[in-house]
């Protein structure tokens, strides 16, 4: 193999190179933007988690991101996070994760006798 060969070899492999980084940076782009999407206003991921999406993020055979699976995915994900942090529980007046205790009904007499209240003391 002459050295023109071996440039030319070289200068392939560098550029197939490239084009795998810019291919793995247009999926990572597409693949935030659907969790941007599908997390709105409502949920925020943390940058461990962004990054554990990223990683279990499916590629289509194409080599793109499969987006149906990968939104299937990160709306599970949402939904989780949403559980976690107590949606479709009642919070705030009436929500309790106490049971009900009925006080006993007090005459204020009674509650009069108890203090040691005596009318017209």
Do not use: C, W, Y
């Not at 492999?13 to 793995?24: G, I, N, T, V």
């Not at 499916?58 to 939904?79: C, K, L, R």
């Not at 929500?95 to 003391?121: F, H, M, P, W, Y």
């Amino acid at each position: 193999m002459t050295a023109l060969e071996e440039r030319a070899t070289s200068a392939e492999a560098r550029a197939e190179a490239a084009e795998a980084r810019e291919a793995a940076r247009t999926r990572s782009d597409r693949a935030t933007e659907l969790i941007d999407e599908a997390a709105g206003q409502e949920v925020e991921f943390t940058a461990l988690e962004r990054a554990g999406l990223l990683a279990a993020m499916p590629v289509n055979e194409a080599g793109g991101t499969d987006e149906a699976a990968f939104t299937t995915t990160v709306t599970s994900e949402v939904a989780a996070k949403k559980k976690a942090a107590g949606a479709g529980t009642v919070r705030g007046f009436g929500g309790s994760t106490l049971g009900v205790v009925e006080a006993a009904d007090e005459t204020l007499a009674a509650i009069d006798r108890r203090l040691g209240i005596q009318k017209g003391a």
